[in-house]
């Protein structure tokens, strides 16, 4: 209440559901989105709910006996709007939720798939339409899908080595048509940054704690900030327009909260400065990451040193009871957003004043 | 309280922002439904290959610096610009692979130079079966431009050039053709053909012999071969001799091989010598005192570049000098004069033949005289000037001229097959012409002896549209009309139903 400019955050709508739930997002193009979860019994849904004038109404549900844990339309066009999931068992789908059917399915992931996302499916010259997943068994997949059964890229430890389990991954630095970079994060607080155009590793550091969730602030252009969240209330934000031979990207830590894990943390589309962290206590928070005068100085040695910004944390308010496993802000409204938690409830979120920041 | 009232005023602003938001959701959520039941379709993309796949082609795209753009204040560099690099490099990327230099897209790119070519030729041959020349060349252009090394082509092109008559350039591209491929019968007998209607004869008459030697059985060839020869056995091959004959000009092409000036000043020098018909001397101007201008045949090139000079043009009547004049109606008279009055030589005898044309109705004795003394002057003279007239126009003409003569008249009718008077006049004789002509053939029934009357009669009433005038005929018409078919049948001893026949056409 410092000022009056303050965004607010309001849940608009709460929708219990009875069973878990683990991922939520919106259908491209459309006031619906999709709720990903499982059945006690074991065995998945997806759920499509449409907002209507303050209240949910839910258009769809496909059962699959296998619980689906995350899903994404980043690889797929916003008139196809072809869902993308990954479940308990290792097994990548992409369904047609028109029709209820899968037109893709492969399983070469041996155990669950923790994370997914895509990206190229409805942006002009920013490469082909891919999908990367992070699984338990240690491995990252990027996957296209015209091409069935088999992965396009595969990264995994070297024979021998312990496998780690990967919690986090996304895309981002895809600019142009041949550059790509994935993003993962793992349990022992690694974080490794693959560059697809040469597929190598191109850089890597270990936050401490799991990594939770890990996000670039735009997927679509030069890389510019990554976030990677962690357990014990912990959140990076990494610089990355300058990398330093010796010291890396300049990163900014924020440990204040103490909150318990940061499950998820996004940005919101219209504003890349800004970005929501949802933490195991049910609360959010709006951050705004406040760049440097100067983003690099050069050192003594002569090399370009990138300097961190500072974060201000804009609005917290605690929405629900659990932690809050997802949540995602929608590309065609600015301020709403969707969320899940583990208290089973869906929450369609409110931020106003977004656009005076 | 300040501070509380700050609070709540903070609240109620957040009420009002926080309802002011729904509304808008509200209405994005209608907005969305409809612009999301407008997204049917499909949806073509134009996406990058798959990973994997591009991967095996990646060493061949390896990363090349885009040459770095000079910037327009950049003086010294754009100085050193090669701007005709530069164009041809976009050229050729319009062309096809940049990789020129190696030299399988090299090859691959003739073959689709020929594969062009060749359909062009088929266009070609296409319109040539249409007879349509123009198009059929410019789709041998084209395909000789893609591959300028087909014989086929410039045949091809030759016979289109034949056809439009241009023989010159049939025969360059046959020549063409025949450099490419020396065996290429069909070429040579098209220069053959070219050059047999340019009057090389030689020349053609050898091609023929090298059609032969490669065909003996070509009869075409033969015949064309034996044609020639009769030709130049009758003409004198000596004075149709081009310098084409030459063989050092046989392979050169002649586009521009005007005949030569040796050829122009052999060819008069000759028949001079003979007996010259009148025809030939009249256009060689021989004995008379003017210069004969001749056609240029000089091709436009070789031309003077003087301005042309301007000729008064002089008419003069064919085969006579200009001091014996064609004879007018002035001399008849003159003669005429001379023969009433003895010898007068006078510059008023227009005058005294006009006084004796005036008294000619009047006095009948002189008329008498006067008439028997025409006739005379007209058999020797009048008739010998006229002609018999092949068109009413023609006949007109002469008719008013001799209007006020009826001796004139009268000889000039008699001069007239009457069985052609229907064609003379087709349908443009009138009722007064008519008239005219049955008061000239009434009043001179001796002068139509042989010719008869009656055969005069039967001529007219074939002309067209007869019936029409027959009805206008005046009561005098129909009384010279019953003289005459009385004397028809006294004299000329016509039948019963001739006269009958020519009594109903007349309408009598």
């Known amino acids: 209440m410092e000022n009056g400019d303050t965004p607010q955050i309001i849940t608009h709508i709460e929708h219990n559901l009875n069973h878990c739930l683990f991922d939520c997002k ?92 895509g990206m190229g499916g409805n942006t002009l010259n920013c490469g082909a339409p891919e999908i990367v997943t992070g699984s338990r068994d240690g491995t990252v997949k990027v996957w296209d899908p015209r091409q069935r059964g088999k992965p396009v890229a595969n990264m995994q430890p070297v024979q021998g080595e312990t496998r780690r389990d990967c919690w986090a991954v996304a895309f981002g630095n895809s600019f142009n048509d041949a550059e790509r970079i994935v993003i993962a994060g793992y349990d022992n607080g690694d974080l490794k940054m693959f560059d697809l155009r040469t597929m190598s590793l191109r850089w890597e550091c270990n936050l401490k704690n799991g990594v939770c969730y890990t996000e670039f602030d735009r997927k679509d252009i030069p890389m510019n900030k990554l976030v990677a969240t962690t357990l014990e209330g912990k959140f990076h934000v990494f610089d990355l327009r300058t990398q330093n031979p010796s010291k890396g990207f300049a990163q900014v830590l924020d440990n204040s909260s103490k909150s318990g894990t940061i499950w998820v943390a996004r940005h919101v589309p219209q504003n890349r400065d800004l970005f929501l962290t949802c933490a195991g206590n049910g609360q959010v928070s709006l951050w705004k990451y406040e760049y440097p005068e100067q983003r690099y100085h050069v050192d003594s040695q002569g090399v370009a040193v990138g300097v961190p910004g500072k974060l201000r944390r804009l609005q917290r308010m605690v929405i629900s009871s659990q932690p809050i496993n997802s949540l995602e802000w929608n590309r065609d409204h600015l301020g709403l957003a969707v969320a899940t938690a583990y208290d089973q409830y869906v929450r369609v979120l409110v931020t106003t004043k977004l656009n005076l920041q | 309280m300040d501070k509380v009232y700050k609070i709540q005023r903070q609240a109620r602003d957040n009420v009002n922002t926080l309802q002011t938001y729904l509304t808008d959701l509200q209405n994005w959520e209608i907005e969305m439904k409809r612009k999301e039941a407008a997204l049917n379709g499909d949806f073509v993309q134009d996406l990058p290959p798959v990973r994997s796949k591009a991967r095996k082609d990646k060493p061949v795209q390896v990363k090349k610096q885009p040459e770095k753009r000079i910037t327009g204040s950049d003086y010294s560099a754009w100085a050193k610009f090669d701007v005709n690099k530069a164009c041809e490099e976009v050229d050729m990327a319009d062309l096809g692979p940049v990789s020129l230099d190696s030299k399988k897209s090299q090859s691959a790119k003739a073959e689709k130079l020929k594969e062009e070519g060749r359909y062009e030729k088929e266009r070609g041959n296409n319109f040539v079966k249409q007879e349509k020349w123009d198009e059929a060349i410019s789709c041998y252009n084209r395909a000789i431009e893609l ?362």
């Not at chain 1, 759920?47 to 339309?73: A, D, Q, V, Y």
């Not at chain 2, 056809?163 to 063409?176: F, G, I, P, R, Y």
């Not at chain 2, 012999?209 to 091959?237: D, S, Y």
């Not at chain 2, 005192?289 to 240029?296: D, E, F, G, L, S």
Request: hydrophobic share 35%; net charge positive; aromatic share 6%.
């Open chain 1, 26 to 117: 919106w259908i491209p193009c459309s006031a619906k989105f999709v709720v990903i979860g499982s059945l006690p019994k074991g065995s998945g849904t997806l759920e499509i709910f449409e907002i209507n004038s303050g209240e949910l109404r839910k258009i769809k549900e496909i059962e699959r006996p296998n619980s689906f844990k995350c899903g994404t339309f980043g690889a797929s066009s916003d008139i196809e709007r072809k869902l993308a999931t990954g479940d308990f068992k290792g097994a990548l789908e992409i369904w047609d939720l028109e029709k209820s059917g899968q037109i893709y399915i492969t399983k070469e992931h041996t155990d669950i798939i923790n994370s997914i996302d």
């Open chain 2, 147 to 508: 591959v300028k090394d087909d014989a086929i082509f410039y045949a091809n092109r030759g016979l289109c050039y034949l056809k439009k008559d241009s023989l010159h350039q049939a025969e360059t591209d046959c020549t063409e053709a025949l450099r490419l491929e020396p065996t290429y019968v069909k070429a040579l007998q098209r220069r053959a053909t070219a050059r047999e209607r340019l009057g090389s004869l030689r020349a053609a008459s050898r091609d023929l012999a090298a059609v032969l030697l490669h065909e003996p059985h070509n009869a075409a060839a033969r015949r064309q071969l034996e044609a020639i020869k009769a030709r130049m056995g009758t003409k004198g091959a000596k004075s149709k001799s081009s310098p084409l004959s030459t063989p050092t000009n046989e392979s050169k092409p002649v586009v521009t091989n005007p005949p030569s000036p040796a050829k122009i000043v052999e060819l008069p020098s000759e028949p001079v010598k003979k007996e010259l018909s009148p025809l030939e001397k009249w256009r060689n101007g021989v004995g008379e005192n003017i210069t004969v201008i001749r056609p240029v045949k000089k091709p436009p090139h070789l031309r003077s570049r003087r301005a042309l000079k301007h000729v008064p043009i002089q008419e003069v009547p064919l085969g006579r000098n200009a001091h014996d004049k064609a004879p007018t109606r002035m001399k008849i008279i003159e003669i005429n004069d001379n023969m009433s009055h003895g010898d007068s030589n006078n510059n008023d005898s227009n005058k005294i033949t006009e006084k004796i044309i005036e008294t000619t109705p009047h006095c009948d004795g002189d008329k008498k005289i006067n008439m028997k003394i025409t006739e005379h002057v007209n058999v020797n003279e009048v008739v010998q000037n006229m002609v018999p007239p092949v068109n009413s126009v023609q006949f007109m003409a002469e008719w008013k001229y001799l209007k006020g003569n009826n001796h004139a008249r009268s000889d000039y009718l008699s001069i007239i097959e009457p069985t052609k008077l229907p064609s003379i006049f087709e349908n443009a004789l009138e009722s007064d012409v008519l008239s005219e002509l049955l008061y000239t053939l009434c009043n001179n029934k001796d002068k139509f002896r042989n010719k008869t009357i009656s055969a005069y009669l039967k001529g007219l009433c074939k002309v067209k549209r007869f019936s029409a005038l027959a009805m206008f005929l005046t009561n005098s018409d129909k009384n010279l009309l019953n003289d005459m078919l009385s004397h028809c049948k006294d004299v000329e001893n016509l039948s019963d139903n001739e006269i009958a026949d020519l009594t109903n056409k007349y309408e009598l």
